[in-house]
């Protein structure tokens, strides 16, 4: 007998009201909460179209203090939060510019920037004030678009990644650069640098490697929700040729 539910067309199958994904990709039920003492926001650009393979809401969905907003711009980062923030320098926003920590010569996996795109001084006191960390969701040109429609992220502190590691996304979505990882991995490394818990990092990435595995067997009865990525050189969409995460940020 033929599987139903493979059978169903995609616009009839129900999505998860937590993780936005389509119930077949959905993996809410095995997530791990997670208390975390930086709160984190999520700029998610309003086009930002992969529900199959976007991390944003199941990433918040780990955190009590985890805030997603999708929109193009916000007043200040106390509007985009929906509550008072005192000094926005005490939130890091992962920075979407050139600078690259194998370009500086950075060895830390979490590099704190000045306004001229050097390596800060200080790094273990820029640190330590934290609050929060800042994450746009979307395509690189999304991103930037968020960047440059919130004029308030210049006062927040820039942080660049210098991940050991390159995304997990493998062959399902290419990555330009080294250091251009799904938005969940990036929230992995520096909110386990910086609050020094390495279990935040096995959480986050040990959620994503099993919505990549959902994924894949999803692809085998229902490539319309979880279509194969396109042959080398003729990317299926924009966000395939031009992507940086976090930047951010999937």
């Known amino acids: 007998m033929s599987n139903p539910t ?3 067309p995609a616009e009839s199958i129900p999505e998860c009201p937590h993780c936005q994904k389509p119930m077949p990709l959905c993996i809410c039920d095995s997530v791990t909460p997670i208390e975390n003492r930086l709160a984190l926001l999520i ?14 809401r199941l990433l918040a969905k780990h955190f009590e203090d985890a805030t997603v907003r999708v929109g193009l711009s916000w007043p200040s980062l106390s509007k985009a939060l929906g509550h008072p923030v005192e000094n926005a ?9 050139s600078a690259r920590a194998v370009d500086l010569e950075a060895e830390a996996e979490i ?3 000045n306004r001229k795109g050097e390596i800060a001084d200080n790094q273990r006191a820029i640190f330590g004030k934290l609050e929060g960390v800042v994450l746009l969701d979307g395509t690189w040109s999304q991103a930037k678009a968020l960047w440059w429609r919130n004029p308030w992220m210049l006062k927040c502190q820039r942080v660049i990644l ?4 390159p995304s997990r996304y493998g062959r399902l979505r290419k990555e330009p650069r080294k250091d251009g990882l799904s938005t969940i991995e990036a929230a ?6 910086l609050e020094k818990r390495p279990d935040i990092a096995v959480t986050l990435n040990t959620s994503f490697e099993r919505m990549l595995a959902r994924y894949r067997e999803v692809q085998a009865e229902m490539p319309e929700l979880a279509p194969k990525p396109a042959a080398k050189g003729r990317s299926r ?10 930047a951010g940020v999937a």
């Open 6 to 8: 493979a059978a169903a």
């Open 43 to 56: 700029l998610q650009h309003p086009q930002e179209q992969d529900r199959a393979l976007g991390t944003a």
């Open 89 to 97: 320098s005490h939130w890091a926003v992962l920075y979407l510019g």
């Open 111 to 113: 590099v704190a920037l």
């Open 162 to 165: 210098n991940p050991a590691h």
């Open 188 to 193: 992995a490394t520096i909110l386990a640098g």
């Open 237 to 246: 969409d924009f966000r395939r040729r031009k992507r940086s995460h976090p």
